[in-house]
């Protein structure tokens, strides 16, 4: 990785503004075409919108004609799904390439990837596969985070994964892992809430206590989603990431407590399939707006509460 960029990356992970000017409260929704005429009538004031960047790798045509109304109004988040950073396998070069032509058309306000993998010798699988933490995995994850952040010119955020297995021959925790990483390629985070909450349930873990390990200082994004309950072949409750419905109870209130210890963070509801309507969503983002609101009034009352008491104690 160039050598300014890792600077920038590094210098960018553990800053109280680690996000762009005027970012850290904006929050958003994915971008979905059905909602292309509502947006642009009744939009998301101090709003973004995500899109996964394999749906717009053509060169032209109705795609592209619908981002571009929204890249003119409102900072756009660039997803990718299909990297496979974590693989064994090196990364597909024209994959990249394309990728990297995309964050330079649309020049989006975050650049994100998963800490998955998702191909292996030529064959892409249509999933977010988990993978184990080792040092081995460690070092090819970092190597091909390098190499994304060398091709797009600038540091992305990688994301934590929703899982459903865990590998026996992991020998470091999945927040130590991520940990590392950052640390190494000076890569930010995104926080994924609702991935932390599924994949807490499905192994039987606190979400409290993850999140309490995970290096909230490089969190550059948060996605927050809806998730579906299934029942795994022992018939034990298993929840699936399926962006299919709003965000629960737990999830918010995951949120809140992450959001008392970082400060507003650019915050994104993920909803991808069975969509609502337009308003729907957007009430779901703002949903996100008052917390974030609430937790700054928290921060002033009891600022003014230190200093006052502060000022009694002198006297």
Known sequence: MNASIRSAAT?????????????????????????????????????FFEVHAENYMGAGGPPHRALNAIRERYPVSLHGVCMSIGGPDG??????????????????????????????????????????YTSETLDKVC???????????????????????????????ETAFIREVARRTGCGLLLD??????????????????LADFPLECVGEIHLAGYSEQQDDEQQLLLIDSHDSPVTAQVWALYRDVIARTGPVPTLI????????WPELRAQAMTARQIVAEQATRYVSE?????????????
């Open 193 to 210: 809430v609702n991935n932390v909450f599924v994949s807490a349930v499905n192994h039987g873990f606190s979400p409290r206590a993850w």
């Open 270 to 277: 993920e909803w991808d399939s069975q969509l609502p309507v």
């Open 143 to 173: 190597e091909h985070i390098d190499q994304v952040q060398e091709a797009i010119k600038r540091p992305m955020l990688l994301e934590n994964p929703s899982t459903y297995v865990a590998f026996a021959s992991s020998t470091m925790s």
């Open 303 to 315: 600022s003014d509460a230190f200093h006052a008491e502060g000022v009694d104690h002198e006297a």
């Open 11 to 47: 210098h960018a992970c553990g800053r109280s503004d680690r996000t762009a000017p005027g970012a850290a409260g904006l929050v958003g929704t994915s971008f979905k075409h059905e909602h292309l005429a509502a947006i642009l009538e009744d939009g998301l004031q101090d709003g």
């Open 91 to 132: 990364l597909d070069a024209r994959h990249l390439a394309r990728f990297s032509e995309l964050v330079a058309r649309y020049e989006p306000a975050f650049v994100s990837e998963h800490l998955a993998w998702s191909s292996h010798g030529g064959t892409f699988f249509n999933d977010l596969l988990p993978l184990p």
